[in-house]
């Protein structure tokens, strides 16, 4: 588990700063606080299924390739 925790920690912080989003615009616009995507990004947590979702449609993205499961962003 550590290392898919690892592999979307990742994923997530290289999305965010692609798209130019700071750790406190990402939370607002998923409804969350600030303090969970730090933990999404350093791995100290993962996101819910349905917040995985959530985050592919932010980033538009699969999320496959949130998970590390593919290397190809689009479904």
């Known amino acids: 588990?550590?290392?898919?925790?690892?592999r979307i920690s990742i994923?997530?912080?290289?999305?965010r700063k692609e798209h130019g989003l700071s750790q406190l615009?990402?939370?607002?616009?998923?409804?969350?606080?600030r303090s969970t995507i730090a933990k999404y990004e350093t791995g100290a947590a993962s996101p819910s299924v349905y917040l995985l979702v959530d985050l592919a449609r932010m980033y538009r993205v699969s999320t496959d390739y949130i998970l590390g499961l593919s290397d190809q962003s689009i479904a």
Do not use: G, P, Q, T
Request: proline share 0%.
């Open 1 to 6: 588990m550590e290392h898919l925790n690892s």
């Open 11 to 15: 994923r997530l912080k290289d999305l």
């Open 25 to 33: 615009e990402a939370s607002k616009r998923l409804k969350i606080d």
